[in-house]
């Protein structure tokens, strides 16, 4: 089994900043790609950051500047840096990781976490 639990949501001021952590768990031989995803309220799921095992990032355009990605390879432990928050980056924000279970099986799988609450608040 592989579990991702995300953690350091909350509740912050505009301006203010905040750090998320999403801890992979379980049988693991390689995380691959793992990404943050947030989902507000009547809205579609989207993509925030996303970050290779080679620690290639990118991002969305509404958060490049501000927010940071950044991983532990031998942590399995995927980073969200949030800063300068806007009331609009208000939303559950969810973890998600190319995940290969063994060194005998190529195949990977993509597993998410149950998400972390963050609300900014104007």
């Known amino acids: 089994q592989v579990q991702l639990v995300e953690s350091g949501g909350g509740l912050v001021q505009a301006g203010g900043s905040l750090g998320l952590s999403c801890a992979a768990s379980?049988?693991?031989?390689?995380?691959?790609?793992m990404r943050w995803y947030r989902q507000a309220s009547g809205k579609q799921r989207e993509m925030v950051a996303v970050?290779?095992?080679?620690?290639?990032?990118n991002y969305a355009d509404s958060v490049r500047g501000r927010f940071t990605i950044s991983r532990d390879n031998a942590k399995n432990t995927l980073y969200l840096q949030m800063n300068t928050l806007k009331p609009e980056d208000t939303a559950v924000y969810y973890c998600?990781?190319?995940?290969?279970?063994?060194?005998?099986?190529?195949?990977?799988?993509?597993?998410w976490g149950k998400g972390t609450l963050v609300t900014v608040s104007s």
């Open positions: 998600n990781a190319d995940i290969r279970k063994t060194s005998a099986d190529p195949n990977v799988m993509l597993y």
């Open positions: 379980g049988t693991i031989f390689l995380a691959n790609t």
């Open positions: 970050i290779t095992r080679g620690a290639i990032t």
